[in-house]
Antibody
């Protein structure tokens, strides 16, 4: 089955860190750009970061630049999002998605709550 | 940053009717760089249209996309129960990729 499964979300205090993971299966992971997209509770979609197949190019939305890092391990069919200096407005459901620009496969999401 | 404005915000229609959703960009978007997604309540989004007019895998042919430049349209012919959802457009012409705020297609 072609799927993406995220993990690593949870409750964290402002200023804290979390590392999200996403494992892909059922497709050739190393041929796919990967992205993270988030959705705050009751709100719309916001692109967060994207990474090329070989990791040669990555990009971020301005609001997370310098705080979040996207990376991948093709040997483990995995993509990661290291999130530092978390803020209350980072609270959202974080989706892993296949593709560097438009995305054609989504995980079910992992919830990140930033609160004191 | 390219701002995408979707209208209407909510579309109230009956099954069997046609839905026409609009997405307007604040500056020109390359035709290959506009996508539409469907999100049903409690579910992850699903790609419906990419490259402005190409249906994604598994999307029925009652869905069609059109447009160029700054104006794009998603049309859903003969609405079925499963089509009532929120639809988002996305541009990936220039970073940061941005989404519209969505159009909710609800049952009248």
């Amino acid at each position: 089955e072609v799927q993406l499964v995220e993990s690593g979300g949870g409750l964290v205090q402002p200023g804290g860190s979390l590392r999200l993971s996403c494992v892909g299966s059922g497709f050739t992971f190393s041929d796919s750009g990967m992205s993270w997209v988030r959705q705050a509770p009751g709100k719309g979609l916001e692109w967060v970061a994207s990474l090329r197949q070989d990791g040669s190019e990555k990009d971020y939305v301005d609001s997370v630049k310098g705080r979040f890092t996207i990376s991948r391990d093709n040997a483990k069919n995995s993509v990661y999002l290291q999130m530092n200096s978390l803020r209350v407005d980072d609270t959202a459901l974080y989706y892993c998605a296949r593709g560097y620009s438009w995305v054609d496969l989504w995980g079910q999401g992992t919830l990140v709550t930033v609160s004191s | 940053e390219i701002v995408l404005t979707q209208f209407p915000g909510t579309l109230s229609l009956s099954p069997g009717q046609r839905a026409t959703l609009s997405c307007r960009a604040s500056q020109s978007v390359g035709g290959s760089d506009l996508a539409w997604y469907q999100q049903r309540p409690g579910q992850a989004p699903r790609l419906v249209i990419y490259g402005a007019s190409n249906r994604a895998t598994g999307i029925p042919d009652r869905f069609s996309g059109s447009g160029s430049g700054t104006d794009f349209t998603l049309t859903i012919n003969r609405l079925e129960a499963e089509d009532f959802a929120v639809y988002y457009c996305q541009q990936c012409d220039s970073s940061p990729w941005t989404f519209g705020r969505g159009t909710k297609v609800e049952i009248k």
